[in-house]
């Protein structure tokens, strides 16, 4: 009878370790800010100085240049926070970036438009909407398995700098 409790026990444990979560625990050293540099399409985790990881990334649909305004199709330039984040995203999960800041939304007002928002690091689109490189509407993508990790690694208030 022990022995079969054992083994009932054992292919639990097996069953269950095969069982995979899209909410990840990270025990490394903190990330203290995140860089993006739009025209490498890569994204970067640091501690201090050193980088803890690294991406490959896709963009919004227009690339070049900095979001001006609504619609426009470009991913933000500038320094912004990590400042919110959706465990129900439609692009498996995400982490919301503070855009826009006062300057852009004065620029935006400037042109007679709205700067736009709900700008984010996320995971891909569902299998049925999945395009080509840099089909965000301004955000920044990475693939499903990155955001899992990404998620668990970056806390809010975290700096992120997107460069062109």
Known sequence: MRVLSIGVMLALVLALSGCS????????PEVTRVV????????FLYHHDEVLRRYNIDLGFA???AKR????????EGRYLIDRR???SSFHLSLGISYPNAADISAARAAGRSPGGDIFIHGKAKPLQRRGEDWT???IAVSNREI??????VKNGTVIDIYP
């Open 148 to 153: 899992e990790w990404i998620y668990a690694m």
């Open 21 to 28: 979560s899209k909410f990840k625990k990270y025990y490394g």
């Open 36 to 43: 993006v540099m739009k025209s490498d399409r890569k994204m």
């Open 63 to 65: 690339p070049a240049g």
């Open 137 to 139: 509407a301004g955000c």
């Open 69 to 76: 305004y609504e619609g426009d199709g470009k991913t933000p």
């Open 86 to 88: 959706n465990p129900n």
